[in-house]
Structure formats: structure tokens, C-alpha cells
Nanobody, 126 residues
Framework: QVELVESGGGLVQAGDSLRLSCVGS????????MAWFRQGPGKEREYVGG????????YYADSVKGRFTVSRDNAKNTMYLQMTSLKPEDTAVYFC???????????????????WGQGIQVTVSS
């Protein structure tokens, strides 16, 4: 069983930066696709960015391209989300997700992920 735990959230001002971490336990995440999703107030949970199973591809939602960067440290079983130039519309609960069977064309689909963290709040004030 895989457990994912997010950390690093908080309250920041517009224009600030923040880094989220997602630590996996139970299994090596080396061959898992991993992703960040977020859910703003009254909104659907949406894909933010992540990696394919091999780690060879990274993908980002258009709304965060150029501002957010995903990275992973397989030795630490950890994935990161570096967020810069934060905007109030980035306010959301951010979730880490992982799956070991997902195909590249389905990486943005939340229903395809078997494992989820509990989520962490990021609030950006204007």
C-alpha cells in the first residue's frame, strides 16, 4: 500500500514563491507516475503538473506553465512542486497523486490515479 503525504503549504502574498513536497512510503515511487492536482473553492479538482511512469515526460496545465516546476528525488521517494509568481487564483488545496499503471495519454485524468495524499492548503492573498 502506498501512502502519500504533502507538506509545505501555507499563506503567502501574490508574487511570492512556495515549494510543496510529497513523500511516498510503502513502496519505491521510482516507477510510478506522479502528479499534482488542486481544487479551488467551489471548483473541480484539476491537474497541475507531473511525471510519466518512466519520468521521461513532464506535463503542466496551461494556467501554471512558466511559473510552476515539478521535480522528483527518487532516492528520497519525494516529488516537489516549486511555485513562483503566485496569484490569488492559485489558492486551492493541493493534492499529490501516484499510479503505477497509468499511460502517458491519461496523465491529466484524476480518475486514473490510485493513490492520493490528504491534500494541503495553499492560500495566496492579493
Amino acid at each position: 500500500q502506498v501512502e502519500l503525504v504533502e507538506s509545505g503549504g501555507g499563506l503567502v502574498q501574490a508574487g511570492d514563491s512556495l515549494r510543496l513536497s510529497c513523500v511516498g512510503s510503502g513502496r519505491s515511487m521510482r516507477t510510478y507516475a506522479m502528479a499534482w492536482f488542486r481544487q479551488g473553492p467551489g471548483k473541480e479538482r484539476e491537474y497541475v503538473g507531473g511525471f510519466s511512469r518512466t519520468g521521461g515526460y513532464t506535463y503542466y496545465a496551461d494556467s501554471v506553465k512558466g511559473r510552476f516546476t515539478v521535480s522528483r528525488d527518487n532516492a528520497k521517494n519525494t516529488m516537489y512542486l516549486q511555485m513562483t509568481s503566485l496569484k490569488p487564483e492559485d489558492t486551492a488545496v493541493y493534492f499529490c497523486a501516484a499510479d503505477e499503471r497509468i499511460i502517458t495519454s491519461s496523465l491529466r485524468l484524476r480518475a486514473q490515479y490510485d493513490y492520493w495524499g490528504q491534500g494541503i492548503q495553499v492560500t495566496v492573498s492579493s
